[in-house]
């Protein structure tokens, strides 16, 4: 499996990202368990000074954090289809611009909180400014993702939610593997280090390694990768 550009230079260092598939990570799997199998499959050995990065999407597929539409109970108040009538769609997916993707903020963020970035989002947005909303609410919104037909099944028809406690994931992972682990939601748009273990590891130039979605998206079943240091100009 390769990624479309293997490797990326940032100030002057190249660093290689090296995708790994697994088999389908849904609740109950154990994650750190599917990940080693994907290693192994590939032929692939960590070393300390490696990242070993992990999309939120995978550990919360392991926890559970989703709802199959038409499968799970999702209980859609009015005020989740009032509120989601407002929301800007962008390129990136339906956000929370459906009625179940809202209804799980509510439930997520809180009502209040909600209600108050709605209330200072649409002011803000009337004066020409944009993103207040989820700046307000911040990852447990922004991480919530909606259907999407080119997303590998059963997710193509799921509301996913944030993964719980990725600090304390990262960290567990890292013991496991012995190396760097990040928890990131990285798509075409841009990206976040939701966790990472060690905690002083450098999260901005992660993400710039990241910046152009080196797993790509869809039905790739790659929710894991590994970055390794090429070279450095040390002139």
Not at 27 to 39: K, P
Not at 88 to 95: L, S
Not at 121 to 132: E, M, P, V
Not at 205 to 229: C, E, S, W, Y
Request: aromatic share 6%.
């Amino acid at each position: 499996m390769h990624t479309k550009t293997p490797v990326i230079t940032i100030d002057s260092t190249e660093w290689l990202r090296i995708p790994v598939k697994t088999r389908l990570i849904l609740r109950g799997d154990d994650l750190a368990e599917a990940i080693q199998e994907g290693l192994s499959n590939a032929d692939i050995t960590l070393v300390p000074e490696d990242t070993l990065f992990v999309s939120e999407k995978a550990v919360g597929g392991s926890q559970g954090r989703y709802f199959i539409l038409g499968e799970d109970e999702l209980h859609v108040r009015p005020l989740a289809r009032f509120l989601s009538r407002y929301v800007t769609k962008t390129p990136g997916g339906i956000g929370l611009g459906m009625p179940e993707t809202m209804e799980c903020a509510l439930r997520e963020c809180g009502t209040v909180r909600i209600l108050f970035a709605a209330l200072v989002g649409g002011f803000t947005r009337f004066l020409g400014r944009r993103g207040d909303f989820y700046r307000i609410v911040g990852t447990c919104a922004r991480s919530i993702d909606g259907p999407t037909k080119g997303t590998i099944p059963p997710f193509n028809n799921a509301v996913s939610l944030a993964p719980l406690d990725p600090e304390g994931v990262s960290r567990r992972l890292s013991e496991k593997f012995n190396c760097t682990v990040a928890i990131v939601d990285i798509n075409d748009l841009g990206g976040n280090i939701l966790g990472c273990f060690p905690h002083d590891k450098d999260r901005d130039m992660l993400v710039k390694i990241l910046q152009d979605n080196p797993l790509g998206q869809g039905r790739a079943q790659t929710p894991a990768g590994i970055i390794r240091r090429v070279s450095s100009d040390d002139s």
